[in-house]
């Protein structure tokens, strides 16, 4: 009897955990280090996707749109979910500029804008970009070193 009763409460545990986890955005972070982080690890293991989710597309979508803070927010999802994939294929012609063992120094805070740099990829050192929008932290910018693909923001 007692374990019929512990069993679903165990699935309602779980699931509750599930749905809190899923509604956790990865988008940005806390600080500018731990999103450096995270997007050298991403993009590092060629998920483009969870590179992608580092991005601040709140600030792309801004200079794209001068009116960003009156469009409704189902339209602004919209428009990040489509800048988003754009982004991933632009990360992609990054990949081959880091690597496994890339590891991203202390940023470089001033203001809501940060500077990070990546070291021990296989190209030669990259510059992350990066800003605050709405209290999260997000990559705007990349840059390797002369002659490699830049992804700007």
């Given amino acids: 009897m007692r374990t019929r009763i ?87 012609a990054m990949r081959a500029y880091f690597g496994s063992r890339m590891r991203a120094e202390a940023a470089q805070i001033t203001g809501a804008t940060a500077t990070v740099q990546v070291t021990g990829g296989p190209q030669g050192p990259v510059t992350l970009q990066l800003e605050q929008a709405d209290g999260t932290w997000g990559v705007v910018a990349v840059t390797a070193s002369v002659g490699a693909p830049q992804v700007p923001g």
């Fill in 6 to 92: 512990l069993r679903p409460l165990g699935l309602v545990l779980v699931s509750v955990a599930a749905i809190a986890a899923g509604c956790k955005s990865k988008s940005g972070g806390g600080t500018p280090d731990s999103v450096a982080q995270a997007f050298v690890r991403a993009i590092g293991s060629g998920d483009m996707a969870g590179a992608a989710d580092r991005w601040n597309y709140v600030n792309d979508a801004r200079k794209q749109n001068e009116d960003w803070d009156n469009i409704p927010s189902g339209q602004r999802g919209q428009i990040i979910a489509k800048l988003k994939e754009s982004k991933q294929g632009e990360l992609g």
